[in-house]
């Protein structure tokens, strides 16, 4: 048919022919039931690399999991570290001021005792 013929001398038609693997790059039909063989290996090696492709993700995914627990495990460390320093420095802070208190809580409380011993003295 020469109408035909025409339609598939356009060049948009030859390219999609050509993009699905109907004809060859001369314009020539490939004869699928001889290729069947070949198209069968291509589809087991696109099958192999899919399942590489999908290994290869869940493996990056587990990697990624755990990077991530080690950091969510190194910053709950660090918070426990900074929970601990500071609970060392109100506690040093505490202490200080408890000391303070006492070193002038004890000279008072021994001019006290001295003042009442030296009235006792004299009461004598």
Partial sequence: DPNMRHYFQN?????????????D????LIDLE????????????FKVAEKLALNRKKEEEEMRHRVQGKRHTALDRARRYERLLKMKEDRKIRQD???AARG??????????????????SAW
């Fill in 11 to 23: 060049h948009k038609v030859q390219s999609h022919l050509y993009k699905t693997g109907q004809i």
């Fill in 25 to 28: 790059r001369a314009g020539r």
């Fill in 34 to 45: 001889k290729n069947k063989s070949k198209l069968h290996i291509i589809e087991q090696e």
């Fill in 97 to 99: 001021i408890v000391r």
């Fill in 104 to 121: 002038f809580a004890l000279p008072q409380a021994s001019l006290s005792t001295t003042a009442s011993e030296y009235r006792g003295k």
